[in-house]
């Protein structure tokens, strides 16, 4: 899996129904941080992804929960998931 250098979305529909699931799919880079924030607001539930590979990944993971909390509704679902990929 490659990392993300920008943010791309993904729409399911379901027939005859408004989209049920829409992934947004963001990178972690600082020059994007002010995109990533203003999805927050609108989310039901954040996927934050690290690489077990990286230590560096997972101990950026308390700064991105720290902006949830601030940004995100109070409602919001967090799951953390860890990757590990072997295409490198």
């Given at each position: 899996m490659r990392q993300t250098e920008s943010c791309s979305d993904?729409?399911?529909?379901l027939i005859y129904s408004f989209p049920q699931l829409q992934i947004w799919d963001t990178a972690g880079q600082e020059r994007f941080r002010s995109i990533?924030?203003?999805y927050y607001r609108s989310a039901n539930a954040l996927i934050l992804t690290y690489d077990i590979t990286c230590e560096d990944s997972f101990r950026c993971l308390p700064e991105w929960l720290?902006?949830?909390?601030?940004?995100?509704?109070?409602?919001?679902v967090t799951i953390l998931v860890g990757e590990y990929s072997s295409f490198n």
């Open positions: 993904f729409t399911d529909y990533t924030q203003s720290r902006e949830i909390e601030q940004y995100a509704n109070n409602q919001v």
